[in-house]
């Protein structure tokens, strides 16, 4: 069951979120509703949240197949903190 929730945000977070919300197609409502269930969701639970954007981008590189991401990743890590 839904229910209503009141919050007090700042004006200029509040139009941001409102044209983030708009340009992936979903509400602010979705939104916090994701973001409040990723928050409390424990380890056990293997449902995962997948945004509008995060689902448009899925598919736009492809990488080899022997690619290690950890070894690039720390790699990247490594020369951005020198």
Do not use: W
Request: glycine share 2%; hydrophobic share 30%; charged share 30%.
């Amino acid at each position: 069951m839904d229910k209503k929730l009141t919050l007090s945000l700042n004006q200029k977070i509040i139009e941001k979120a409102k044209e983030f919300a708009k340009s992936n197609n979903t509400s602010l409502s979705k939104m916090i509703e994701a973001y409040f269930k990723s928050l409390t969701s424990t380890e056990n639970e293997s449902e995962l949240i997948t945004t509008p954007l995060v689902k448009s981008l899925t598919g736009v590189i492809e990488l080899p197949e022997d690619f290690d991401y950890k070894s690039s990743r720390s790699n990247y890590l490594l020369k951005k903190h020198k």
